[in-house]
């Protein structure tokens, strides 16, 4: 909850069941939009209620680039609109440079059980580039 309120009931309960000691290091997310984990249970929970798919995903994009994503691109996958064929669709915008190393991408994988069988969904968001310690140290002797 707000503030971690039910952090310490949930270590006493988790120590209650293992008999062991706990420690618990519980994060708060900062910005439940740029997180793919997150955008990505939430496209499928709108799946699950019926909303379509195209919509969900397109919403859930603006969404992220507005909240300082610089790339996103979701894949929804199985039998979209209840259709006999299972495909894949996906949309992109912004920028996702996969091949780059130094990217910070975060990706989220969830499922969605609707009564034609399961969808998949897959995120992928683009947050800025991870400088290496070394480079940004010489970079700043530099000026």
Do not use: H
């Amino acid at each position: 909850g707000k503030g971690g309120n039910l952090a310490e009931e949930l270590k006493l309960e988790l120590q209650k069941m293992i008999n062991k000691e706990v420690n618990l290091n519980i994060v708060e997310v900062k910005n439940v939009d740029v997180d793919a984990q997150l955008v990505a249970e939430n496209i499928a929970g709108q799946l699950e209620r019926r909303i379509s798919f195209r919509r969900a995903m397109k919403q859930c994009m603006q969404k992220s680039m507005k909240a300082g994503a610089l790339g996103i691109k979701t894949a929804v996958s199985g039998r979209l609109g209840g259709a006999d064929m299972a495909r894949t669709e996906f949309y992109k915008e912004g920028t996702i440079p996969l091949q780059t190393l130094r990217a910070d991408i975060d990706y989220g994988f969830a499922e969605a059980d609707t009564t034609y069988g399961k969808i998949g969904v897959k995120v992928w968001i683009y947050k800025g580039e991870v400088l290496p310690a070394k480079k940004a140290k010489m970079e700043g002797g530099d000026k």
